[in-house]
């Protein structure tokens, strides 16, 4: 069974002065605005990077839910933050590499089985599988 989900963008004017928005058909994103500042300068509004990294890291955390769950786990907080790399390549731009930080507490969990529960879910992410750049995962056991 095939799940489509639709989002949206809409720009106006040129690169550096002009500005878009995009929304999703949940509206949980209506209209936001994204542009060149957003993007490149630290200026109001969101930008494809940083959209990207919402995805990944919710994603992830959603598959290392239910690998922990097959494993007989349960987390009681799982926190991942995406570091998404936007790098000048050939004469372009790439997204050339995520880095997933995550921090969860999972009572029963040894220090083993987390690391390798945690880099099967990095692995098993369906936008890990979409992206094309070096994913890095760095993972922290809470007591």
Same mark, same amino acid.
């Not at 989002?7 to 878009?20: F, N, P, R, V």
């Not at 993007?39 to 940083?50: D, L, S």
């Given at each position: 069974?095939? &799940?489509?989900?639709? *989002? ?7 690169? /550096?002065?002009? &500005? ?16 060149? /500042? @957003? ?9 494809? =990077?940083?959209?990207?990294? *919402?995805?990944? @890291?919710? $994603?992830?955390?959603? @598959? ?6 097959? *494993? ?5 907080? &799982? ?9 000048? #390549? ?7 590499? #995520? /880095?997933?930080?995550? !921090? ?17 879910? !990095?692995?098993? $992410?369906?936008?890990? !599988?979409?992206?094309? @750049? /070096? &994913?890095?995962? =760095?993972?922290?056991? #809470?007591?």
């Amino acid at each position: 069974m095939a &799940i489509v989900k639709k *989002a949206s963008a809409h720009w106006e004017g040129d690169l /550096k002065t002009g &500005i878009g928005s995009i929304s999703t058909e949940t509206g949980v994103l209506r209209e936001a605005p994204y542009g060149f /500042k @957003a993007r490149f300068e630290g200026g109001r509004g969101t930008n494809p =990077e940083e959209l990207i990294g *919402a995805a990944h @890291a919710g $994603c992830f955390s959603m @598959a290392f839910s239910m690998i922990l769950g097959d *494993a007989g786990l349960k987390a009681d907080s &799982i926190d991942t933050q995406a570091e998404v790399t936007l790098d000048q #390549v050939d004469g372009g731009f790439a997204i050339t590499a #995520v /880095k997933l930080i995550l !921090k969860a507490k999972i009572p029963g969990a040894t220090q083993a089985r987390f690391e390798e529960l945690s880099n099967k879910a !990095k692995e098993g $992410c369906p936008v890990s !599988k979409v992206l094309n @750049a /070096k &994913i890095s995962l =760095e993972a922290t056991l #809470v007591g």
